[in-house]
């Protein structure tokens, strides 16, 4: 597992923690069952409060991504494919919507292009 | 979840200050930070809490107990300087206060003496101020204390000694069950470190809960002129020819002018602003 956050950014601390976490384990970088660094040393490597992991961990579990076993800590849940499949079938829905509405708006695929390009790396306004 | 720290109703009157009722808990496993100006009491809550002070009311409960002597044994309590012999060596103050404590573990306190590079037969005026905090730190976690009161641990240390300060304390935490409060007025140490924050002003308490909490219900608010109505929202307002900034609870900025800007506030911004607000009621008005 590996993190690398920056504090300067706009997206909250445990966002970050949260999504970098996700994207290892649906890309299959974080096998099934791997155990996770711990709450508290996470805070510490980090550098940021308790309270800012143990959300980002609270979140993965509530998405179904990880669980936690008492008194031993956070691991993989084994469901990564099915939640992978979950999120593409989302997104060709998604596409298909802005598609549509694009289109309605009078936009090119071009202009469709570009807005996903400003979604993607964040400069969204 | 239990509280390992709750201070309810403290109140404390010295002629010329006064503690007002004062409350906060922290839950066990967690790190507050205390902050407010110089001045603010701090010290005095810090004090109260360890049975330093006689608070002339209030109730303090620390790790679900009173604060009594056995509670005191779990207890690692540094005040800005550390209180040792100015001739004792770290051999000779492991010695003294060893006795006290029935969970001393030498071993840890070897260990720790060794990775601070600290010599065991230096005498303690000898040490650097970076120096005798970590020794001091190297005590209370020798007796494995479950709850740290530190009062101002990283003022008078340099950049780099403050972060190895700060990464002991965060040490400290990697166990369950362990909770600290430390007073501190530079902001940075709560950035990186604490889960709560209790936010005292002229012996009043402002603000206690969690660190997001405090800085997320407020934002800075810069334009060139502040309408009228939105005068009695404005915190710690400052105007000048070209313009004004203050501070705003985020549920306020709706109907300002179009061209104003607004941000994120850092723990930082919002002391400040407060602190001005405070000083702009009492001083003057413009």
Known sequence: MTICISYQNDIPTYEQIKMQIKAQILSGELLPDTPLTSIRQLAKDLKVSVITTTRAYGDLEAEGLIYTVQGRGCFVKGNADAIREQYLRFIDESLLSVAEKGKAAGLTLEDLHKKLEEAFYGQCN | ?286
């Not at chain 2, 010599?119 to 479950?146: E, T």
């Open chain 2, 1 to 286: 979840m239990d509280n390992a720290i709750e201070v309810r109703g403290l109140c404390k009157q010295y002629s010329g200050f006064a503690l007002n009722d004062i409350n906060f808990c922290v839950p066990e496993g967690f790190c507050c930070g205390l902050v407010g100006p110089n001045g603010a009491g701090k010290t005095t809550i810090l004090k109260a809490m360890t049975g330093m002070i006689k608070a002339d009311s209030g109730e303090i409960y620390l790790l679900n107990r009173p604060c009594d002597a056995p509670v005191r044994e779990e207890l690692g309590i540094l005040f800005d300087q550390p209180y040792f012999q100015e001739d004792w060596t770290p051999l000779n103050i492991e010695r003294s206060i060893k006795p006290f404590y029935r969970n001393w573990d030498t071993a840890i306190y070897q260990d720790l003496l060794d990775r601070f590079s600290l010599d065991p037969r230096k005498k303690f005026k000898k040490f650097s101020n970076g120096m005798k905090q970590k020794l001091a730190m190297a005590v209370h976690l020798s007796h494995k204390s479950k709850l740290l009161l530190l009062d101002e641990p990283t003022s008078g240390l340099d950049p780099a000694a403050r972060d190895e300060m700060l990464d002991l304390m965060r040490e400290y935490l990697l166990k369950e069950g362990r909770t600290i409060l430390f007073s501190t007025h530079i902001t940075s140490d709560l950035e990186h470190l604490a889960d709560f924050i209790v936010y005292i002003s002229h012996g009043n308490l402002i603000f206690s809960g969690e660190k997001e909490e405090f800085t997320d219900s407020y934002c800075i608010v810069r334009g060139r002129k502040i309408p009228e109505k939105k005068r009695k929202d404005a915190i710690g307002l400052r105007e000048y020819s070209s313009g004004f900034e203050c501070l705003m609870e985020l549920s306020k900025v709706g109907g300002l002018p179009k061209d104003a800007v607004t941000e994120r506030a850092a723990i930082h911004d919002v002391i400040v602003f407060m602190e001005r607000r405070q000083n702009n009621a009492s001083d003057y008005k413009t």
